[in-house]
């Protein structure tokens, strides 16, 4: 049997070039296969087919098609955000779950390829250096001085949770609103802290009256988490005010901007996240809005000292000789220590698309927001919960039950026709449609609405 091999060195790109032929056909031709957002007959009947098509995980010996036809029934059992452009196949828009821009993909790929980790500047010289750069430029964004990158909002949070901490010595208390990411309570959880307190958000945001009342009462320290773009309905707190409110009384703030984050590239929408630089720590995840593969996380920091409570020393990593000699210590960047370098596929997104361009899209997915909640509005067969924020929507049928909102979202998944997101408010169950695709069209709209009241027909009222 001939060596396999290597994705780099010297003959990397010739032995690449042919396999990425392979993958580029296989993806084609499982897309079709699926011929929808989703792949139809649900979960028994899509892991049935991987079954099929895996055989036997490790066998005695290898397969030499295994690429191709792992590939395909990858592809064919996918969830497929970027949908094809057809009124019978209209949307894969439940979740924040972006296409990726090709140009993005194409630079992971180059960094899968090169494999370095940034874990020591002599496995990533390039990499820690354009890691650097780029994060400090983020940084300036949301007006603060540095920033980590991190697998994503959960983990994010989780660093914020944890600078905080360090930075009052050990005690905190977190402060959020009932509209919070469940990764905060669970961050404080995992971290030992105390129960978080629970803020009213009786309009979907967090009130900033109350977390007055609260901070009023409560001991110190405290860090209050604010929200900039919902999980469930795009909401963004009032920053200004809750800002204010911290500030009064010495409480830290941070603002979990997962998903709102990038509206700061639009000239148009930035307005929205007026206040975000008072913030001592912000979350951001381009994996969302910004039409990344994942991961792509990142939490930007105010003040870089509190970034001193990560500090970690291993010696084959970050001898202080090394460091002295001018080595870049890279422990001190993350909790994790071998990091793959995400960094290269934001400096290529970023410097491709410019500002312009990123915010051009952003702007693109928020009308698209708009104008189908508009066909909602219009549609007296259906209920608008409210005109979006962002580019989250949430509508139902009126006069539907509970049971038969969500026995009307799984129709639609489990015939691939669909792909509907869920969510609570005001009390009642609501379809979620995350619009993330800039390419989609009018007419794919209407016809997910289309789509919809078959759907509704096909069931039970």
Not at 79 to 107: G, N
Not at 113 to 129: E, I, K, R, T, V
Not at 225 to 250: N, S, Y
Request: charged share 20%; with cysteine; aromatic share 2%.
């Amino acid at each position: 049997m001939s060596t396999p091999h290597l994705a780099s060195g010297s003959q990397g790109p010739t032995a690449l070039r042919p396999l990425l032929d392979t993958v580029l056909d296989a993806l084609h031709t499982g897309g079709r296969t699926r011929g929808a957002p989703l792949p139809h007959g649900g979960p028994g009947a899509v892991a049935a087919r991987i079954r099929d098509a895996v055989g036997d995980v490790l066998p005695d010996r290898g397969d030499p098609d295994a690429l191709r036809i792992l590939v395909h029934a990858f592809a064919a059992g996918a969830a497929d955000p970027a949908h094809p452009h057809c009124a019978a196949h209209p949307h894969c828009a439940a979740h924040l779950h972006c296409p990726p821009l090709a140009v993005a993909a194409a630079a992971d790929l180059a960094a899968t390829a090169l494999n370095p980790s940034l874990d020591s500047w002599d496995q990533a010289p390039a990499a820690s250096a354009l890691e650097d750069l780029v994060t400090r430029a983020l940084a300036r964004e949301t007006g603060h001085a540095d920033a980590l990158v991190t697998t994503g909002g959960t983990e994010s949070n989780q660093l914020a949770l944890l600078l905080a901490r360090e930075a009052h010595g050990g005690a905190l208390r977190l402060v959020h609103g009932a509209n919070a990411h469940h990764s905060l309570p669970r961050a404080a959880w995992l971290l030992g802290l105390p129960e978080p307190v629970v803020v009213p958000a009786p309009a979907g945001t967090l009130d900033p009256g109350a977390l007055g009342d609260v901070l009023a009462r409560l001991p110190g320290p405290l860090l209050v988490a604010a929200t900039a773009g919902t999980t469930d309905t795009g909401r963004i707190d009032p920053l200004p005010e809750i800002a204010a409110r911290c500030a009064a009384h010495g409480a830290r703030l941070h603002v979990d901007a997962a998903y709102g984050g990038p509206l700061l590239f639009s000239d148009r929408h930035r307005p929205l996240l007026t206040g975000l630089d008072a913030a001592h720590t912000v979350t951001l995840d381009l994996h969302k809005l910004g039409w990344q593969p994942v991961p792509a996380g990142l939490l930007t920091v105010r003040d870089p000292g509190d970034l001193t409570a990560l500090r970690h020393r291993a010696d084959y990593l970050n001898a202080d000789d090394d460091t002295a000699a001018g080595l870049p210590d890279l422990l001190g960047r993350s909790l994790r220590t071998t990091r793959r370098a995400d960094v290269l596929k934001l400096a290529v997104t970023l410097k491709s698309l410019g500002r312009a361009g990123l915010g051009g899209l952003v702007d693109r997915v928020c009308d698209l927001a708009q104008e189908f909640a508009g066909l909602v509005h219009d549609d007296p067969r259906l209920d608008l919960h409210a005109r979006p924020v962002i580019s989250t929507v949430l509508f139902r049928p009126a006069g539907a039950g509970e049971a038969a909102v969500a026995a009307l979202r799984r129709r639609l998944l489990t015939t691939g026709r669909a792909v509907l997101g869920r969510a609570r408010a005001d009390g009642r169950l609501w379809l979620k449609v995350t619009l993330l695709n800039p390419a989609t069209r009018r007419e794919d709209l209407a016809g997910l609405l289309t789509l919809v009241h078959q759907a509704h027909a096909e069931g039970p009222r």
